[in-house]
């Protein structure tokens, strides 16, 4: 059995003010194509279907046309509703739909229902289990002393996980393929990068998902196998976003996941995991997320721009800008736009900003705060305050004390 798995399509998404919905319906179409091409058994959406949990009207356009052209290819599609998104909104019109093969995840109320698909080694049950909190799952436990009893044992997300799991009703000998949006003790993240977790307070041990033959997982923006079997394939695995959304994952190739479920185990032996083989197919974006580095002058020259295009990197790009000039350059984000207009960001890399990046003070509470601002100014400038600049200071200094006395 073939599944094509994608997640995080943050449709509706800006980026520094920019609008990505045009770049989202274009790579929405590449993955109908490669739909088309594949002919999976169906398409799994690992949750932040929307950047907002209140999508905007267009948001939900775009969202509405890929969903009509997934049914009328005849492709099962499963979307799951992830710390992004609003699950009331995700689960409306779910069972309406479903009758045309686009199945969305219910609002997580402890009971659930897989869907059963077949090929020909048999069934596997499609499990959804939308973005949780303990405190749901706490609260969907019932009551009496059973209820009460099990609700003691949810005590962190992973023991929360292992809960919700648990009242799956998963049939000896099936194939079973979860859907999830949690963030996994292990996974790789980005430096400031746009997935959203705590601390490693909302981690969750990868061991609460043991017994599913595929875990289809979103929350982390970079491709990965989080898990991996004995032969080294990955059964829980994060595919990514099919877009580039901050520049710590400009160096990322984005892509969806093929996944292929062979018999349950190697050799059809019931309880063991069937096997797996799992690819990748790049998705090519409309616009690049790149950082290019210079001297103001450097970067509008007809040369460099000309060198740009030879590369063939495109100066329709979001691209996040750092010049190198040691003094600013004025109104410079306005006169770049006319070069490149995706400007997303524009900072400096000299001499000043990183001095500022090493700010070091050391004996602070033996003294004066003019003497604090000297060695700040000092650090910031690359030079000390001269006598009329020390004198502003120091009377302004000492105009706020005396107001506070």
């Known amino acids: 059995m073939k599944f094509i798995h994608t997640a995080d399509l943050h449709i509706g998404k800006r980026v520094c003010e920019h609008s990505m919905l045009e770049d989202q319906k274009h790579i929405l179409g590449e993955i109908l194509k490669i739909v088309e091409a594949e002919k999976p058994d169906a398409l799994l959406i690992a949750g932040d279907v929307y950047d907002k949990s209140v999508p905007s009207a267009e948001a939900v356009e775009v969202l509405d046309d890929f969903l009509v052209e997934l049914s009328n290819r005849g492709t099962k599609t499963f979307v799951l509703s992830g710390n992004h998104d609003s699950a009331e909104r995700i689960a409306f019109g779910g069972r309406i739909m479903a009758s045309r093969g686009i199945h969305m995840s219910p609002v997580y109320t402890g009971a659930f229902e897989p869907v059963t698909l077949k090929d020909e080694f048999g069934e596997v049950d499609v499990w959804m289990l939308p973005f949780v909190r303990p405190a749901t799952i706490k609260a969907c436990l019932g009551s009496g002393d059973a209820a009460d009893a099990e609700r003691e044992t949810v ?62 997982l979103g929350h982390i923006h970079r491709p990965q196998n989080v898990v991996k079997d004995d032969s080294g394939v990955g059964r829980v695995r994060y595919s990514g976003t099919p877009l580039k959304y901050s520049l710590s994952e400009a160096n990322h190739q984005k892509s969806v996941t093929v996944v292929e479920l062979g018999n349950a185990g190697a050799n059809g032996a019931e309880g063991s995991k069937a096997a797996l083989s799992i690819r990748e197919i790049p998705l090519k974006p409309l616009r690049d997320v790149r950082k290019i580095e210079g001297t103001f002058a450097e970067l509008i020259s007809a040369e460099y721009r000309e060198s740009q295009v030879r590369e063939g990197k495109s100066l329709d790009d979001y691209i996040y800008v750092v010049l190198t000039d040691e003094n600013d350059v004025n109104d410079a984000a306005a006169k770049l736009r006319g070069y490149y207009p995706k400007l997303m960001t524009l900072g400096y890399n000299n001499s000043r900003t990183q001095s500022a990046a090493h700010l070091d003070f050391e004996n602070v509470d033996q003294k004066s705060p003019s003497e604090i601002f000297c060695d700040f100014f000092k650090e910031m400038n690359n030079r000390e305050m001269n006598l009329d600049e020390s004198k502003f200071v120091q009377d302004l200094i000492d105009s706020i004390w005396q107001e506070k006395k």
């Open 155 to 216: 005590t962190d997300y992973t023991s929360a996980i292992q809960m919700a799991v648990s009242k799956m009703n998963r049939v000896p000998g099936r194939r079973n393929v979860l859907l999830a949006h949690q963030f996994v003790t292990g996974s790789q993240v980005d430096e400031n990068g746009s997935e959203e977790f705590v601390g490693g307070l909302d981690n969750v041990e990868s061991y609460a998902f043991d017994g599913f033959d595929y875990v289809a």
